[in-house]
């Protein structure tokens, strides 16, 4: 009798177990300043963890689930494979936290949000910005049946006046059909909102 064992290695890997695959994510791959990561919580934050500044990495397509989130405290540039291909579900947890020490280019693009954020100034959001946002850009982002808000800015959190934030492309839309549905919160006591418009300066907001 012969009998051949035969490996295939795909990824992601999966685990087949009484008729139910359970992914098992690849870790993060790759080298500044280009990274690979799957979209699992692990992966990507290692990928964040090892990156430098000014490095991007790409985020392949799938689903995965946060119950915590991540930091991003450098310039960095996080893409996915698109707005309906790399999703996270949000499970009470603030997706990307972006806390800039400095100034320095921030940008999260291609990828689709969906759940319950995180608490942030007893409200919940997705994505949270504080620190020095000199040139932060949000593109091609899905928000679909989240609850609350996508983005939040507290101006409380010791953002410098002049923050510089960008939304191109963004889809979004609540699952509430009542009470709190914002994709936008702009939040603080900084002394910047009692200044006069200076349109074509850095003291307004401007939405198109």
């Not at 494979?81 to 693009?109: D, E, H, W, Y």
């Not at 002049?162 to 979004?172: E, M, S, V």
């Not at 994709?183 to 200044?195: E, P, V």
Request: hydrophobic share 40%; charged share 10%; proline share 4%.
């Amino acid at each position: 009798m012969k009998i051949s064992i035969c490996a295939l290695i795909a990824a992601p890997l999966s685990i087949a177990l009484m008729g139910a695959t359970t992914p098992v994510w690849a870790a993060c791959t790759g080298a500044s300043p280009s990274w690979t990561s799957t979209v699992d919580f692990e992966s990507l934050s290692s990928c964040v963890s090892q990156a430098k500044a000014g490095d991007t990495i790409q985020v392949a397509s799938g689903t995965a689930t946060y119950s915590r989130g991540i930091t991003v405290s450098k310039p960095l540039s996080i893409i996915g494979a698109g707005p309906a291909s790399t999703v996270i579900n949000a499970q009470n947890a603030t997706v990307f936290t972006i806390n800039m020490p400095s100034a320095g280019n921030v940008r999260l693009s291609n990828m689709g949000f969906t759940g319950v954020g995180g608490d942030t100034q007893l409200e919940t959001t997705l994505i949270n910005m504080r620190g020095v946002l000199d040139t932060v850009r949000l593109d091609h982002l899905n928000f679909t049946n989240i609850q609350q808000h996508a983005v939040y800015v507290g101006l409380w959190d010791a953002i410098p006046r002049h923050p510089k934030i960008l939304f191109d492309h963004i889809n979004y839309r609540s699952s509430l059909t009542t009470g709190w549905q914002r994709f936008l919160k702009l939040l603080g006591s900084n002394s910047t909102w009692s200044l006069d418009d200076g349109y074509g300066s850095d003291f307004f907001v401007f939405i198109e």
